[in-house]
């Protein structure tokens, strides 16, 4: 079961219709089928636009982003698909902030639906710091499919790990 890593909280039944998935060789299939074709979203400037677009439409009283990026070091051997920070200077009598978000890379080549997850997750940060109850009501009024797209991205990355990225998304 260590090839279910990634949804190893989900229930039993869960886990052993994704592991016959698996077993058959169909993973790969049923994602394709669910999220057709990749994003168009490929620059750093192209994700800043998304992103602040997102925000200003949804979260209208949030700090301003001062950088959004995508980041190959960010990987889910860290536990990370997305990070946000918010970086607060004193600069003479003044207090500075700048407050980034950084997708990790893989989400480059991805159906919009799995950037857009990661994207809400990280701009749910700006209102809620933990994950509670308060911060996911947030991400689903942000993206209201949001547990299942979580759920197929955690699938998604289970077919990375076993079989590599699915052919026609990169």
Sequence with gaps: MDSLKYINHYSETTKKQVLELIKQEKL??????????PHAIKTDKALFAYVNELKNANIKNAPTL????????INVIHNALGTHHFVSRVQGAKLKSKNEIRISS????V???????IVVHELAHFKA?????????LCEYLQPSYHQVEFDVRLYLTQMELFGKINEWN
Excluded: G, T, W
């Design 129 to 137: 710091k933990e994950h509670n109850r308060a911060f996911y009501s």
């Design 28 to 37: 790969e299939q049923h994602l394709k089928k669910k999220y057709a074709n």
């Design 111 to 117: 159906p919009l639906e799995f950037l857009e997850m």
């Design 66 to 73: 001062s950088k959004v990026l995508y980041d190959a070091k």
């Design 106 to 109: 893989i989400f480059k080549s």
